[in-house]
């Protein structure tokens, strides 16, 4: 299964997200989140972040925010190649990076992770200084289901209002979709 970071085709990611705040010198805000494969150890995660955070400085990149990835268990699997076998994966190492990087350079990144063999599943959005530092100091928390049914749950719908209905608004209702 693709990414859509990897689907954009020749255009690129430059754009691919709009955010609310204008480039500021040439330079625009992107995030990148990515699942690292579970099999990665403490220290194998910690060499992992250091190089990508050494390599998007490289290509001139300004931090603006981030999170240390932890493990956590996947909402559904996600099957990789594995000694000639595909195997689904249940967990992963999970974290993100939030930097300045000029338009231009955005597909080193992509690139750096399409060919990294640690990275399970990644995607680079554009967003905002804004909104990153918000996530950082806790203002803004995306609510969290109880259950995963309880996160794809159809939208309940407020009990209608209404007063009695005869059966000839009835038989008229029905005898207008019949026609239709």
Known sequence: MADIATDVGSEGLAGLFEADTEP????TVYEVGYHLLPSLGAQEVEAWVREFSKFISEQGASLVGEKMPEKIDLAYPIYRRADGKFKG?????FGWVAFELSPSAVHAVQAFMETNKSVLRFIVVRTSAEEVRAVMEGKMVMPK????SEAIAAPKRAEEQSGTVSEADIDKAIASIDEN
């Open 24 to 27: 500021r010198d040439g330079k």
């Open 145 to 148: 289901a109880q259950s995963s």
């Open 89 to 93: 994966v249940t967990e992963a190492h």
